[in-house]
Antibody
Framework: EVQLLESGGGLIQPGGSLRLSCAGSGFTFTSHAMSWVRQAPGKGLDWVSTSSHSSGNTFYGDSVRGRFTITRDNSENTLYLQMHSLRVEDTAVYYC??????????????WGQGTMVTVSS | ETVLTQSPATLSLSPGERATLSCWASQNIARELAWYQQKPGQAPRLLIYDASNRASGIPARFSGSGSGTDFTLTISSLEPEDFAIYYCQQRNNWPLSFGGGTKVEIK
């Protein structure tokens, strides 16, 4: 079964740091670009970041560029999101998502269950 | 940056009725648009990719059309499990972007 399992969320104070993890299983991890998408409480979906298959190329949304870093360990089939200088507005459920298609750059075809990050004093 | 605008924000319909959801892109995105369904407390689920291709396991009552800047998701006959929020998303250019969503609610 194709699966993504996120972990690492929690309550953190403004200005703090947190690292999220996403373990993939049931598919060839290196065949897909991987992404993080977040959803603030009661709000819509917000793309955060994408890593290419080999992590040679990374892309970020304007609101997180310079504060968040996406990496992946293909030997462990795991995607990471290192978050620094966290703000109250970063409070959201963070989803890990696989990009599908034959080239691995398609739509988000597999999603994890999400991990909640709450930034509050 | 491509802004996606979904309309309407809320659609009130009865089971068995046809639902038509729209998504407009602020620039030409070819056919690189996807549709997702999200139910409360759940992760989004891919319905349609590249404007008109149904994802694996998606019922035939869901169909997508459009290209360039105008896109449509149609649910031919609403089932009780179809009442949810629907998002469009483009992958044509960076940053990737989602529309604000359309909530399909029971009338």
């Amino acid at each position: 079964e194709v699966q993504l399992l996120e972990s690492g969320g929690g309550l953190i104070q403004p200005g703090g740091s947190l690292r999220l993890s996403c373990a993939g299983s049931g598919f060839t991890f290196t065949s897909h670009a991987m992404s993080w998408v977040r959803q603030a409480p009661g709000k819509g979906l917000d793309w955060v970041s994408t890593s290419s298959h080999s992590s040679g190329n990374t892309f970020y949304g304007d609101s997180v560029r310079g504060r968040f870093t996406i990496t992946r360990d293909n030997s462990e089939n795991t995607l990471y999101l290192q978050m620094h200088s966290l703000r109250v507005e970063d409070t959201a459920v963070y989803y890990c998502a696989r990009r599908g298609g034959t080239d691995g750059w398609g739509a988000f075809d597999v999603w994890g269950q999400g991990t909640m990050v709450t930034v509050s004093s | 940056e491509t802004v996606l605008t979904q309309s309407p924000a809320t659609l009130s319909l009865s089971p068995g009725e046809r639902a038509t959801l729209s998504c407009w892109a602020s620039q030409n995105i070819a056919r690189e648009l996807a549709w997702y369904q999200q139910k409360p407390g759940q992760a989004p689920r891919l319905l349609i990719y590249d404007a008109s291709n149904r994802a694996s396991g998606i019922p035939a009552r869901f169909s997508g059309s459009g290209s360039g800047t105008d896109f449509t998701l149609t649910i031919s006959s609403l089932e009780p499990e179809d009442f949810a929020i629907y998002y469009c998303q483009q992958r044509n250019n960076w940053p990737l972007s989602f529309g604000g969503g359309t909530k399909v609610e029971i009338k």
